[in-house]
Protein backbone atom coordinates (compact mmCIF):
# COMPACT_ATOMS: atom_id res chain seq x y z
CA UNK A 1 0.00 0.00 0.00
CA UNK A 2 1.12 3.13 -0.89
CA UNK A 3 0.26 6.55 0.36
CA UNK A 4 -0.88 9.54 -1.96
CA UNK A 5 -0.08 13.27 -1.96
CA UNK A 6 -2.91 16.12 -2.93
CA UNK A 7 -0.44 18.03 -4.92
CA UNK A 8 1.71 15.85 -7.90
CA UNK A 9 5.45 16.31 -7.34
CA UNK A 10 7.46 17.07 -10.37
CA UNK A 11 10.64 15.66 -11.72
CA UNK A 12 13.20 14.82 -14.48
CA UNK A 13 13.62 11.74 -15.34
CA UNK A 14 15.78 10.07 -17.61
CA UNK A 15 16.81 6.64 -18.48
CA UNK A 16 20.55 5.18 -17.91
CA UNK A 17 22.33 5.31 -20.81
CA UNK A 18 19.83 8.07 -22.21
CA UNK A 19 21.12 12.10 -22.23
CA UNK A 20 17.73 13.40 -22.59
CA UNK A 21 15.22 14.06 -19.91
CA UNK A 22 11.34 14.96 -19.83
CA UNK A 23 9.22 16.12 -17.26
CA UNK A 24 6.93 14.14 -15.09
CA UNK A 25 4.66 14.62 -12.50
CA UNK A 26 3.13 12.20 -9.72
CA UNK A 27 1.41 11.73 -6.18
CA UNK A 28 3.35 8.69 -5.81
CA UNK A 29 6.82 6.99 -6.59
CA UNK A 30 4.58 4.06 -8.14
CA UNK A 31 2.79 6.54 -10.64
CA UNK A 32 6.19 8.23 -11.27
CA UNK A 33 7.61 5.05 -11.81
CA UNK A 34 4.99 3.55 -14.55
CA UNK A 35 5.07 6.92 -16.02
CA UNK A 36 8.22 6.75 -16.74
CA UNK A 37 8.39 3.06 -17.77
CA UNK A 38 6.18 3.98 -20.17
CA UNK A 39 7.90 6.70 -21.68
CA UNK A 40 10.95 4.61 -21.97
CA UNK A 41 9.11 1.22 -22.73
CA UNK A 42 10.59 -0.18 -20.19
CA UNK A 43 9.58 -3.13 -18.10
CA UNK A 44 7.68 -1.99 -14.81
CA UNK A 45 9.04 -5.48 -12.94
CA UNK A 46 12.43 -4.58 -11.37
CA UNK A 47 12.26 -1.29 -12.21
CA UNK A 48 13.62 1.36 -10.32
CA UNK A 49 13.66 5.10 -9.71
CA UNK A 50 17.13 7.21 -8.16
CA UNK A 51 18.62 10.43 -7.13
CA UNK A 52 20.70 11.66 -10.00
CA UNK A 53 23.12 13.48 -8.01
CA UNK A 54 24.10 10.86 -5.71
CA UNK A 55 22.42 7.39 -6.45
CA UNK A 56 20.13 7.00 -3.52
CA UNK A 57 17.46 4.80 -4.55
CA UNK A 58 13.63 6.23 -4.07
CA UNK A 59 11.14 4.78 -1.85
CA UNK A 60 7.11 5.10 -0.96
CA UNK A 61 8.89 6.40 2.00
CA UNK A 62 11.39 8.66 0.80
CA UNK A 63 8.98 10.22 -1.80
CA UNK A 64 7.62 12.74 0.23
CA UNK A 65 11.19 14.01 1.10
CA UNK A 66 12.11 14.63 -2.52
CA UNK A 67 12.28 18.13 -3.54
CA UNK A 68 10.50 19.34 -6.63
CA UNK A 69 12.15 19.04 -9.95
CA UNK A 70 14.73 16.88 -8.79
CA UNK A 71 16.93 14.58 -11.63
CA UNK A 72 15.71 11.14 -11.91
CA UNK A 73 17.35 8.19 -13.28
CA UNK A 74 15.33 5.23 -14.17
CA UNK A 75 16.80 1.89 -13.71
CA UNK A 76 15.76 -1.62 -14.83
CA UNK A 77 17.03 -4.86 -12.90
CA UNK A 78 21.01 -5.30 -13.09
CA UNK A 79 21.76 -1.43 -13.51
CA UNK A 80 23.34 0.30 -10.88
CA UNK A 81 23.76 4.30 -10.46
CA UNK A 82 26.44 5.75 -8.34
CA UNK A 83 25.51 9.44 -8.47
CA UNK A 84 26.63 11.92 -11.46
CA UNK A 85 30.31 10.02 -10.71
CA UNK A 86 29.32 7.51 -13.28
CA UNK A 87 29.25 10.26 -16.01
CA UNK A 88 32.71 11.49 -15.11
CA UNK A 89 33.31 7.51 -15.09
CA UNK A 90 31.67 7.01 -18.82
CA UNK A 91 33.72 9.52 -20.21
CA UNK A 92 36.94 8.69 -18.53
CA UNK A 93 36.61 5.29 -20.12
CA UNK A 94 36.20 6.84 -23.61
CA UNK A 95 39.19 9.14 -23.35
CA UNK A 96 41.69 6.91 -25.00
CA UNK A 97 39.78 7.41 -28.10
CA UNK A 98 36.43 9.63 -28.04
CA UNK A 99 34.20 9.39 -30.53
CA UNK A 100 32.23 12.19 -32.45
CA UNK A 101 28.78 10.42 -30.31
CA UNK A 102 30.53 11.05 -27.00
CA UNK A 103 31.43 14.49 -27.34
CA UNK A 104 27.86 15.22 -29.05
CA UNK A 105 26.24 13.29 -25.42
CA UNK A 106 28.82 15.55 -23.43
CA UNK A 107 27.38 18.70 -25.16
CA UNK A 108 23.66 17.72 -24.58
CA UNK A 109 24.28 17.28 -21.12
CA UNK A 110 25.44 20.13 -20.64
CA UNK A 111 23.29 21.90 -22.66
CA UNK A 112 20.37 21.11 -19.86
CA UNK A 113 22.67 21.32 -17.18
CA UNK A 114 22.01 24.28 -14.31
CA UNK A 115 23.95 23.27 -11.41
CA UNK A 116 27.18 24.74 -11.62
CA UNK A 117 29.17 22.29 -9.97
CA UNK A 118 28.21 19.93 -12.55
CA UNK A 119 28.73 22.50 -15.77
CA UNK A 120 32.36 22.78 -14.50
CA UNK A 121 32.90 19.13 -14.50
CA UNK A 122 31.47 18.69 -17.82
CA UNK A 123 32.69 21.76 -19.34
CA UNK A 124 36.06 20.31 -18.23
CA UNK A 125 35.08 16.59 -19.78
CA UNK A 126 33.98 18.10 -22.94
CA UNK A 127 37.33 20.58 -23.17
CA UNK A 128 39.05 17.09 -22.45
CA UNK A 129 37.53 14.64 -25.01
CA UNK A 130 37.49 17.44 -27.75
CA UNK A 131 41.60 17.56 -27.53
CA UNK A 132 43.60 16.73 -31.21
CA UNK A 133 46.00 16.08 -28.82
CA UNK A 134 47.38 13.59 -31.61
CA UNK A 135 47.67 16.15 -34.78
CA UNK A 136 50.85 17.42 -35.15
CA UNK A 137 50.61 19.81 -38.19
CA UNK A 138 48.87 23.25 -39.10
CA UNK A 139 46.84 21.07 -41.66
CA UNK A 140 45.76 18.53 -39.33
CA UNK A 141 44.80 20.52 -36.39
CA UNK A 142 44.00 24.32 -37.94
CA UNK A 143 42.10 25.98 -35.13
CA UNK A 144 45.07 25.07 -32.93
CA UNK A 145 47.29 27.60 -34.68
CA UNK A 146 44.75 30.32 -34.57
CA UNK A 147 46.63 33.58 -33.66
CA UNK A 148 50.11 32.13 -34.72
CA UNK A 149 52.32 33.28 -37.20
CA UNK A 150 51.79 31.44 -40.41
CA UNK A 151 56.05 30.20 -40.56
CA UNK A 152 55.09 27.47 -37.65
CA UNK A 153 53.93 24.15 -39.36
CA UNK A 154 53.88 21.76 -36.51
CA UNK A 155 53.41 22.45 -33.00
CA UNK A 156 56.57 20.89 -31.77
CA UNK A 157 57.78 23.66 -34.00
CA UNK A 158 55.86 26.21 -31.82
CA UNK A 159 56.50 24.77 -28.23
CA UNK A 160 60.13 24.54 -29.01
CA UNK A 161 60.25 28.33 -29.84
CA UNK A 162 58.04 29.12 -26.60
CA UNK A 163 60.57 27.20 -24.86
CA UNK A 164 64.00 29.04 -26.31
CA UNK A 165 62.16 32.33 -26.28
CA UNK A 166 62.03 32.14 -22.15
CA UNK A 167 65.44 30.62 -22.43
CA UNK A 168 66.34 33.58 -24.30
CA UNK A 169 64.92 35.87 -21.69
CA UNK A 170 67.11 34.45 -18.99
CA UNK A 171 70.35 35.23 -20.96
CA UNK A 172 69.21 38.87 -22.15
CA UNK A 173 69.30 39.08 -18.19
CA UNK A 174 72.52 38.42 -17.42
CA UNK A 175 73.60 40.48 -20.19
CA UNK A 176 72.25 43.36 -19.04
CA UNK A 177 74.25 43.15 -16.02
CA UNK A 178 77.53 43.99 -17.35
CA UNK A 179 76.73 47.24 -16.80
CA UNK A 180 76.80 47.03 -13.00
CA UNK A 181 79.85 45.23 -12.93
CA UNK A 182 82.74 47.18 -12.27
CA UNK A 183 85.65 48.10 -14.90
CA UNK A 184 88.08 45.73 -13.79
CA UNK A 185 85.70 42.70 -14.17
CA UNK A 186 83.76 43.79 -17.17
CA UNK A 187 85.63 42.51 -19.15
CA UNK A 188 86.06 39.09 -17.66
CA UNK A 189 82.20 39.45 -17.31
CA UNK A 190 81.43 39.75 -20.96
CA UNK A 191 84.27 36.69 -21.87
CA UNK A 192 82.10 34.32 -19.30
CA UNK A 193 78.47 35.56 -20.93
CA UNK A 194 79.96 34.83 -24.27
CA UNK A 195 81.10 31.35 -23.65
CA UNK A 196 77.47 30.82 -21.96
CA UNK A 197 75.96 32.01 -25.45
CA UNK A 198 78.20 30.07 -27.15
CA UNK A 199 77.00 26.88 -25.29
CA UNK A 200 73.08 27.92 -25.34
CA UNK A 201 73.40 27.92 -29.43
CA UNK A 202 74.97 24.55 -29.42
CA UNK A 203 72.22 23.31 -26.81
CA UNK A 204 69.67 25.10 -28.93
CA UNK A 205 68.89 27.02 -25.88
CA UNK A 206 67.51 23.48 -23.96
CA UNK A 207 64.20 24.02 -26.66
CA UNK A 208 63.85 20.30 -26.29
CA UNK A 209 62.33 20.78 -22.95
CA UNK A 210 58.64 21.46 -24.51
CA UNK A 211 59.37 19.19 -27.34
CA UNK A 212 57.38 15.79 -26.87
CA UNK A 213 59.27 14.22 -29.89
CA UNK A 214 62.41 14.94 -28.20
CA UNK A 215 64.77 12.11 -26.23
CA UNK A 216 62.68 11.21 -22.82
CA UNK A 217 65.67 12.70 -20.79
CA UNK A 218 65.96 16.20 -22.62
CA UNK A 219 62.05 16.76 -22.51
CA UNK A 220 59.65 17.90 -19.20
CA UNK A 221 56.89 16.41 -21.23
CA UNK A 222 55.27 12.66 -21.59
CA UNK A 223 55.86 11.67 -25.83
CA UNK A 224 52.16 12.41 -25.57
CA UNK A 225 52.49 16.24 -24.65
CA UNK A 226 51.56 15.63 -21.04
CA UNK A 227 52.96 17.98 -18.94
CA UNK A 228 53.15 17.92 -14.88
CA UNK A 229 53.59 20.38 -12.31
CA UNK A 230 56.53 20.19 -10.32
CA UNK A 231 55.30 21.95 -7.23
CA UNK A 232 56.45 25.13 -5.70
CA UNK A 233 60.43 25.45 -5.41
CA UNK A 234 60.44 24.31 -1.50
CA UNK A 235 58.23 20.76 -1.94
CA UNK A 236 59.10 18.01 -4.26
CA UNK A 237 56.21 17.25 -6.29
CA UNK A 238 52.74 19.24 -6.78
CA UNK A 239 50.02 18.47 -4.20
CA UNK A 240 47.24 19.72 -6.12
CA UNK A 241 48.43 17.25 -9.18
CA UNK A 242 48.31 19.73 -11.62
CA UNK A 243 48.64 19.38 -15.62
CA UNK A 244 48.00 20.38 -19.06
CA UNK A 245 49.10 19.13 -22.47
CA UNK A 246 49.48 22.63 -24.59
CA UNK A 247 49.67 20.03 -27.74
CA UNK A 248 45.57 19.37 -27.36
CA UNK A 249 44.35 22.31 -28.57
CA UNK A 250 44.55 26.22 -28.71
CA UNK A 251 42.76 27.17 -25.06
CA UNK A 252 45.57 24.54 -23.44
CA UNK A 253 48.18 26.01 -25.28
CA UNK A 254 47.26 29.37 -24.34
CA UNK A 255 47.18 28.49 -21.00
CA UNK A 256 50.28 26.45 -21.19
CA UNK A 257 52.33 30.30 -21.51
CA UNK A 258 50.96 31.02 -17.68
CA UNK A 259 53.13 28.10 -16.65
CA UNK A 260 56.54 28.86 -15.04
CA UNK A 261 59.84 27.98 -15.38
CA UNK A 262 60.84 28.83 -11.79
CA UNK A 263 64.74 28.98 -10.76
CA UNK A 264 64.83 26.89 -7.26
CA UNK A 265 67.96 29.12 -6.44
CA UNK A 266 66.37 32.95 -8.13
CA UNK A 267 68.32 33.98 -10.55
CA UNK A 268 67.60 37.45 -9.91
CA UNK A 269 67.82 37.51 -6.23
CA UNK A 270 70.97 34.92 -5.48
CA UNK A 271 72.79 33.96 -9.06
CA UNK A 272 73.34 37.04 -11.44
CA UNK A 273 74.56 38.44 -8.28
CA UNK A 274 76.88 35.81 -6.69
CA UNK A 275 78.18 35.40 -10.46
CA UNK A 276 78.66 39.47 -10.36
CA UNK A 277 80.32 38.82 -7.19
CA UNK A 278 82.16 35.76 -8.44
CA UNK A 279 83.93 37.99 -11.07
CA UNK A 280 84.96 41.23 -9.01
CA UNK A 281 86.58 39.01 -6.37
CA UNK A 282 88.12 36.11 -8.36
CA UNK A 283 91.97 37.45 -7.54
CA UNK A 284 93.48 35.36 -9.66
CA UNK A 285 91.29 32.55 -9.88
CA UNK A 286 88.87 31.12 -12.41
CA UNK A 287 84.83 31.36 -12.40
CA UNK A 288 83.07 28.19 -13.34
CA UNK A 289 80.92 29.49 -15.48
CA UNK A 290 79.58 26.00 -16.14
CA UNK A 291 78.05 26.26 -12.71
CA UNK A 292 76.30 29.17 -12.98
CA UNK A 293 75.11 28.10 -16.52
CA UNK A 294 73.71 25.24 -15.21
CA UNK A 295 71.59 27.23 -12.66
CA UNK A 296 70.79 30.00 -15.27
CA UNK A 297 69.36 27.59 -17.81
CA UNK A 298 68.82 24.11 -17.41
CA UNK A 299 66.11 21.81 -15.70
CA UNK A 300 69.60 20.81 -12.58
CA UNK A 301 67.83 24.28 -11.18
CA UNK A 302 64.22 24.91 -13.07
CA UNK A 303 61.17 23.66 -11.89
CA UNK A 304 58.36 23.87 -13.93
CA UNK A 305 54.90 24.78 -12.49
CA UNK A 306 51.53 25.72 -12.16
CA UNK A 307 50.84 29.52 -11.82
CA UNK A 308 49.36 28.92 -8.02
CA UNK A 309 52.45 26.58 -7.42
CA UNK A 310 54.84 30.01 -7.99
CA UNK A 311 55.76 31.07 -5.02
CA UNK A 312 57.16 34.80 -5.58
CA UNK A 313 57.96 35.16 -1.80
CA UNK A 314 62.35 35.26 -1.14
CA UNK A 315 63.65 31.70 -1.93
CA UNK A 316 66.04 31.92 0.90
CA UNK A 317 68.62 29.98 -1.04
CA UNK A 318 72.43 30.25 -1.56
CA UNK A 319 74.75 29.23 -4.51
CA UNK A 320 77.13 26.55 -3.29
CA UNK A 321 80.56 28.09 -2.58
CA UNK A 322 82.75 25.32 -3.22
CA UNK A 323 81.47 25.12 -6.81
CA UNK A 324 81.76 28.90 -7.59
CA UNK A 325 85.75 28.91 -8.88
CA UNK A 326 87.45 26.02 -10.56
CA UNK A 327 89.45 23.81 -8.20
CA UNK A 328 93.23 25.42 -8.30
CA UNK A 329 95.63 22.40 -9.50
CA UNK A 330 98.87 22.23 -8.08
CA UNK A 331 101.38 22.64 -10.29
CA UNK A 332 103.85 19.36 -10.92
CA UNK A 333 106.97 19.33 -8.89
CA UNK A 334 109.71 19.46 -11.88
CA UNK A 335 112.18 16.06 -11.38
CA UNK A 336 115.67 16.61 -11.66
CA UNK A 337 117.22 16.40 -15.11
CA UNK A 338 119.12 12.67 -15.41
CA UNK A 339 122.12 12.57 -17.23
CA UNK A 340 122.91 10.90 -19.81
CA UNK A 341 124.50 7.83 -19.61
Not at 31 to 55: A, N, W
Not at 153 to 158: E, L, M, R, V
Not at 205 to 230: I, V
Request: with cysteine.
Amino acid sequence: MFTEFRKPKTFKLRALHGTKKFGVAGRSYQEVLRKGCFHFQLPITGSRLCLYEDGTELTGDYFSSVPDNSELVLLTSGQTWQGYVSDIHHFLHAFHKPQAGLIQAARQLLSGEQAPLRQKLLADLLHTVSENTEAETRAEDPPWFEGLESRFKNKSGYLRYSCESRIRSYLREVSASASTVGAEAQEEYVRIVGLMCRKLRAEQYHSSYFDRGAEADSRLCTPEGWFSCQGPFDVDSCASKHSINPYGNRESRILFSTWNLDHIIEKRRTVIPTLEAAVAERAGREVSWEYFYGLLFTAHNLKLVHIACHKKTSHGLSCDPRRIYRAQTKPKRRQPARKCQ
